[in-house]
């Protein structure tokens, strides 16, 4: 696994665990109107007024471009590596001694630039 992939999924398990509640007080006058002990305020309404639920809007956006992000890491189909003095290049389709060649070229089933992001 790549330190980028690592750090990716290192962050989306991050937001994931992190996300806010709706704020709870002993004196339930001011509590969350949409925290499960609700908010004697009657006035209050029945709307979030503690801001939990747009943080929890952007951390679901975080987590939606980390995970699509995440799938679209694709697996070299093989490895394209130098074998001898002659320069020339032997394909080798998927071998593990070629993954941590630092001279191993991986090739991919399509470019990975063609990609649609998502929204498009």
């Not at 989306?12 to 305020?41: F, I, M, V």
């Amino acid at each position: 696994m790549t330190t980028l992939h690592s750090a990716a999924q290192q962050a989306l398990e991050a937001l994931e665990g992190n996300k806010r509640t709706h704020y709870y007080c002993e004196d339930s006058w001011y509590s969350c109107p949409q925290h499960p002990e609700g908010c004697a305020d009657d006035a209050a309404g029945n709307e979030c007024n503690c801001g939990a639920n747009a943080v929890n809007v952007e951390i679901d956006a975080a987590v939606a471009a980390l995970r699509y992000a995440l799938a679209q890491q694709h697996t070299p189909f093989g490895y394209v590596q130098y074998v001898d003095k002659f320069g020339d290049y032997e394909f080798n389709k998927l071998k593990k001694d070629c993954r941590n060649n630092r001279e191993a070229i991986p090739v991919y089933t399509a470019p990975q630039a063609q990609q649609a992001e998502p929204g498009t």
